[in-house]
């Protein structure tokens, strides 16, 4: 079976050259910034070369694209302005999604900066509401599980639900499948989720695997961004490392890859590459060797 394995590369030069350079690694899906990943301004939705993107995504055969959100965006914020401006990149981003024809925006939610999830998960809900419903309905928004660092949203997959769950979010976005989620492996086993066989795993501990059919997450689940952790096991924090050189045991890695429901998704690398400069082909070799060996 082949599986969508692909990275985050950059879009330097024109979101056509993200396809060349996602294509040079190895890679058969994509992820790429609309513009900088830095800053709050963002070029007009008509300075995008959309016919050599597209043209290029056929020549290589490149397929899903996914966007990532901005890191500025904080929609747990208590500033009005911060708010306000998270809200309307947002909405940029989810137009951008349909201008390339891509499977969604992938957000980090931001964090709660120490005032707690129940002061902020009602505000967090109304955003993605709202952006939902001033956004065009063939784009996506997919909430990103979060290392739990500095008071990050969605470090506990429980949250995620919620968020799911919610009565007007759920009747109206899941269902048209315009609401969803991404898996980070890396955030995952930061914030204290094991990623291998549950039934191996000691008493008291976290499986995530376990976790998500508990919670019923596998429907809205529409890919995994695969990295290796720098830190250890519960660490609360977000360092990705080269595919086989973090501390997530390869073999937990391998089994949360090889599991059914996670075979038919897209595979997402965000790792520093061997020479510092991102996903490079290096590491698409080594996840394809952890995907052979499943």
């Not at 394995?5 to 040079?24: P, Y």
């Not at 899906?29 to 597209?54: N, T």
């Not at 056929?58 to 694209?65: G, H, L, N, R, T």
Request: proline share 4%; net charge negative.
């Amino acid at each position: 079976m082949t599986r969508n394995l692909g990275a985050h590369v950059s879009a330097a030069g024109g979101i056509d050259k993200a396809v060349e350079r996602v294509a040079a690694i190895g890679g058969n899906c994509l992820q790429l910034f609309s513009g900088s990943p830095r800053v709050w301004a963002k070029p007009g939705l008509d300075k995008y070369p959309l016919v050599k993107f597209f043209s290029n995504l056929e020549k290589y055969a490149i397929a899903p694209v996914f966007t990532h959100a901005l890191y500025l965006v904080n929609l747990a914020s208590d500033k009005p302005d911060n708010l306000r401006k998270s809200f309307d990149c947002l909405k940029y981003e989810l137009e951008f999604d349909s201008l390339v024809k891509g499977s969604g925006v992938i957000v980090h939610l931001g964090s709660h900066q120490g005032r707690g999830w129940a002061a902020s998960s009602e505000q967090i809900a109304e955003q993605i509401n709202l952006l939902l419903a001033a956004t065009p309905d063939d784009s996506t928004f997919l909430i990103e599980n979060s290392a739990g660092q500095k008071g990050k949203i969605a470090s506990d997959l429980h949250e995620v639900r919620w968020l799911l769950d919610q009565a007007e979010i759920a009747g109206k976005w899941v269902s048209k499948g315009r609401l969803g989620w991404c898996f980070d492996t890396c955030h995952a086993h930061a914030a204290g989720n094991k990623l291998g066989d549950p039934t191996k795993i000691g008493s008291g501990e976290k499986s995530a695997l376990a976790t998500l059919d508990e919670l019923d997450l596998w429907s809205t689940l529409r890919l995994v961004h695969v990295n290796d952790s720098k830190d250890p096991f519960a660490s609360g924090r977000d360092r990705h490392a080269n595919i086989g050189d973090g501390t997530i045991p390869p073999a937990d890695l391998q089994f949360f890859l090889d599991t059914k429901q996670v075979q038919k998704l897209s595979l997402i690398l965000e790792v520093p590459g061997i020479d510092g400069k991102g996903p490079d082909a290096e590491n698409i070799e080594r996840a394809k060797k952890l995907l052979d060996a499943c």
